[in-house]
């Protein structure tokens, strides 16, 4: 395989601003196969709004985002034609309240995929099963632990199958006791190879799983590597500055 | 927040943003070169099948013929002040009248049980009563009862009967955007001490009325219409004035003159609605991502 082919996500020179306010300031990312990058840095640094942008809920301002080779910034691509590669989970699960467990993890696969309403089952049924939540498919989101609601978020994303998956924040409205089973899930689908990029404040899990960390700040990408070296040995006096407070002393 | 202004605007967009503005640009003329020749043709479309049809000049002349339009027309205008008169009168009152009824609805006041049973009972009796009807119980059943000091106005008892009929409709409107609040806020509401009174006031009632200006825009229009039920009841209204012409002079264009004068009140008062609206999102959802 060559080396492009092997590259999911390109993004250039990103810039992104509302109104006078720059919130993603010529940021370039590159995301290969089985990658999972974890994007740091304090509230309003960006990472939230660099996520949205990839999965082209916002549209940018500056540079070019690539998604399998193709240009996707372009005006002329469909949005939908590439979000149905991406699978994104939001902070707030953003679960659909009026629909069951199963029924939010089938329509997609159903409505955009045309699988069969007993393929999709099935295949929601299994990540279901999979990530423990077997029992709770025929149940409304809203009776379900913030934990398993955002399990089935993610099973929700998994369910179309898609080539990456993009986290944003999604432990950030979790209590610390409800953390870990959600880790854990992302954690074992990072070990199986699944592409991802992931806005985090978990710095320890981060350091776990993460091929590389990259450190925002004001919207800029100040510093990025793998992640012994940017937790061990940070280039940047802004990301000491950052991991000092965020990492116990 | 990090906060970051660019210096003296120093950056400057690259040449591939610039193709792609341009190609946005090409894509929104596309979109409104579409969307004008597709009104174009639906418009030419019904005109052509109106014009076309064998009928057409006949119809003209009895529903469009502009000689009897100016001719109707200053009694039309005396006519409909007092339309839009009854309207002015009516909708201050039903909102009024239709919150207090949602709010006594949703109360848990012991005290206020027997209201509440009675405001139930009054939302489901009255719009199960067609207006007219409650029109002619108004204007000519009360004052039939022969009380002593109650005006015999058809004006008075006509918009009260027109009061009574959409008080119930807007209170279950109101009812709804209640309920539509989202629980959680009546809890952090609670949770601040609140009383349910201060609750409603302050948290729920400004959400559900933000959310309920659609609908109560459409119970406006119907109210406006129905301000011409009047005419039933021999109130020399628009629509009375217009059915008075047209049966002295076998013409029916009065009447499209009276639709007309209704559209012109109704229209500006969607537009007024739609921007009342964007102007409270804009507010709310200023700056959030």
Known sequence: MTRRSNVVLEARNLRKSYGDRVVLDDVSLRVEAGDVVCLIGSSGSGKSTLLRCLDLLEEIDDGVIEFGGREVSDPLVDPREVRRDIGMVFQAYNLFPHRTVLANCTLAPRAVHGLSKADAERRARDLLMRFGLGEYADQHPDRLSGGQQQRVALVRALCTEPRLLLLDEITAALDPELVGEVLGIVRGLAEAGTTMVIATHEMSFARDVATRVCFLDGGRLLEEGPPEQVFAAPREQRTRDFLRRVLPA | ?289
């Open chain 2, 1 to 289: 927040m990090t906060t970051k202004v660019n210096p003296a605007g120093g950056w400057q967009p690259s040449v591939r943003e610039q193709e792609r503005r341009a190609a946005r640009r090409a894509l929104r003329r596309r979109r409104t070169a579409i969307a004008t020749l597709a009104s174009v043709v639906a418009i030419a479309g019904v005109a052509v099948a109106l014009l076309a049809s064998p009928g057409w000049p006949r119809v003209q002349a009895t529903f469009f013929d502009p000689e009897h339009a100016r001719d109707s027309l200053p009694a039309i205008v005396d006519g409909f002040w007092l339309n839009v008169k009854m309207f002015l009168i009516a909708e201050p009152l039903i909102l009024v009248l239709g919150l207090a009824i949602a709010l006594v609805r949703q109360s848990r006041s012991p005290w206020l049980v027997p209201v509440r049973g009675l405001a139930t009972g009054y939302t489901d009796v009255v719009r199960g009563i067609p207006t007219l009807l409650l029109v002619f119980l108004f204007v000519f059943g009360i004052p039939g009862l022969g009380l002593q000091g109650v005006t015999n106005s058809i004006f008075f008892w006509a918009t009260a009967a027109l009061v009574v009929s959409y008080s119930a409709y807007v209170a279950e409107v109101f009812r709804a955007g209640i309920e539509s609040v989202h629980p959680s806020q009546i809890a952090s509401a609670e949770a601040l001490a609140l009383t349910r009174g201060q609750t409603m006031r302050f948290v729920v009632v400004p959400q559900a009325v933000r959310r309920v200006v659609p609908p109560l825009l459409n119970d406006f229009v119907s109210l406006q219409k129905d301000t011409a039920l009047v005419a039933s009841v021999s109130l020399f209204d628009a629509l009375f004035t217009a059915r008075d012409y047209a049966n002295y002079n076998f013409n029916f264009t009065p009447y499209v003159v009276v639709a007309c004068f209704f559209i012109a009140l109704t229209v500006p008062l969607a537009r007024l609605c739609d921007w009342l609206a964007r102007r409270i999102a804009r507010r709310e959802r200023a700056g959030a991502l």
